[in-house]
Nanobody, 126 residues
């Protein structure tokens, strides 16, 4: 079992920045592909960003490319999502996820990720 705990959400004005963190309990954290998803009220859950086990490969949804950066520190069992130039459309609950697949492939499908955190709320005011 892997437990994921997100932190760093909050209220920010448009154009501002936040950094989300996700601490994982897994002893073999470096074996997991990690991802961030988000869900806004009344909308489906959406892939935001993902990172392979070593950090070599990353993927982003088009709407956040150039603004968000995903990274990981395997020594600290933590994955981060740096969010800059935030927009009101970024308002959502953000979820950290873990995929135990051995392949260094970042999936955009939520079904690929076995473990999910409880989420952290991000609100961007205009």
């Amino acid at each position: 079992q892997v437990q994921l705990v997100e932190s760093g959400g909050g209220l920010v004005q448009a154009g501002g920045s936040l950094r989300l963190s996700c601490a994982a309990s897994a002893r073999t954290f470096s074996n997991y592909v990690m991802g961030w998803f988000r869900q806004a009220p009344g909308k489906e859950r959406e892939f935001v960003a993902g990172i392979s086990q070593s950090g070599r490969f990353t993927d982003y949804v088009d709407s956040v490319k150039g603004r968000f950066t995903i990274s990981r520190d395997n020594a600290k069992n933590t994955v981060y999502l740096q969010m800059n130039s935030l927009k009101p459309d970024d308002t959502a609950d953000y979820y950290c996820t873990a995929d135990s697949s051995w392949r260094p492939v970042v999936s955009r499908s939520p079904q690929q990720y076995e473990y999910w955190g409880q989420g952290t709320q991000v609100t961007v005011s205009s």
